[in-house]
């Protein structure tokens, strides 16, 4: 019995040795994120809600992404994006889900994958270097006029 105590005894050593490796590592995620640049730059965001359509219906799954207007090169921060609902409706994020996008100029992007083929429906007609659309976003609720894409 004395040699089944110190087996037990071992495995629990090696256990809480585990779990307190696992606990330093979760810890140094959580805090390391903390002190990441576009945490520490964050800009305050206003919510923005839009709709998108092609031809009449809605496009369901489409990404949406907003780009600033004369961003400046490595800029490090998030785009503003969504993915269109069943209902055509979709909410921006930015640093966390549905908290909306910053206050600015932007060119609106819109992709959306075809299932079968894995490729943009629209065939980069809509990307950010090809869209004409435009949006503002400013202090407040915003409703962006909705989209019609064809």
Known sequence: MGGFLKQQSGVR???FAALAIVSIGLGGACSSSINTPEFK?????????GKVQVAGKPAAGAFVLLVPKNEPEGSPDPRPRATVQ???SFTLST???????PVG????????EDPESK???????YNAANSRMSAAVKAG???????ELK
């Open 119 to 125: 490729s943009d429906r629209f065939n980069g007609r």
């Open 141 to 147: 609720t915003n409703e962006l006029p909705p989209i």
């Open 86 to 88: 069943a209902d055509g």
């Open 13 to 15: 050593k090696r256990l």
């Open 41 to 49: 730059n964050r800009k305050p965001t206003h919510p923005v809600k």
């Open 105 to 112: 100029e932007y060119t609106v992007a819109v992709s959306w």
């Open 95 to 101: 640093y966390g889900e549905n908290d909306g996008a």
